[in-house]
């Protein structure tokens, strides 16, 4: 760490900044699972500036089935999103709510005998949220999913994200770690 510092002055750089990203899902950052590199980093002065992200896994298996509309009215589309397979939920042709989910891994059995996802993007208007919505767009994903041979699905969210996290612990996600973000050297 000091010779890098030290190449960094000898530049002249104005801003240093530390970063864990390993070609893996949900290994960015600083994760609670690596505190040796938390130790390096605040030796040397550098502080975490940026939020936390609570990493959160479940088996596709148990999440719930595809059903009915919980709303009536309510349909589905399912396309190409930002971040993923798109299912989207639409009422009277208006958007309603969505998730996206992207497989990740590799399907080499030699290098991990799993294949995970994660979700992208979720949400759900506010005027009808606590229906049912998001549940059943997760069922139509999970389907989907599994159609596909992915075993787990990850998703990531704040710790003072009320509804978000309770949302995915009622549904079985269950915490592999903390990720603290942005550390920028003081």
């Known amino acids: 760490m000091v010779a890098c510092l030290d190449v960094l002055t000898g530049w002249g750089v104005a801003q240093r900044h530390a970063s864990v990203a390993l070609p893996a899902l949900a290994a960015y950052d600083l994760a609670s699972c690596w505190p040796h590199i938390r ?9 975490a500036t940026g939020h936390t992200e609570i990493v959160l896994a ?3 298996a148990a999440l719930p089935a595809e059903t009915a509309p919980p ?4 349909e589905l589309e399912r396309s190409v999103g930002r ?7 639409l009422r009277d042709g208006r958007e309603v709510g969505y998730i996206e989910v992207d497989v990740r891994g590799d399907r080499d059995a030699r290098v991990t ?17 606590c229906r049912g919505i998001a549940t059943w767009l997760l069922g139509h994903a999970a389907a989907w999913l599994r159609l596909g041979g992915v075993d787990r699905l990850v998703t990531y969210e704040q710790p003072d994200a ?7 612990l ?13 550390w920028t050297l003081e």
């Open 71 to 74: 709303v009536a009215g309510l």
């Open 113 to 129: 005998p799993l294949v995970w996802a994660d979700i992208g993007n979720l949400w759900v208007d506010a005027e009808l949220r």
């Open 162 to 168: 009320g509804d978000g996290l309770a949302f995915a």
């Open 39 to 47: 130790t390096l980093y605040l030796r040397h002065g550098f502080r």
């Open 170 to 182: 009622r549904h079985g996600f269950r915490e592999l770690h903390r990720v603290e973000r942005g």
């Open 83 to 89: 971040c993923g397979t798109r299912f989207e939920a």
């Open 58 to 60: 479940v088996e596709i």
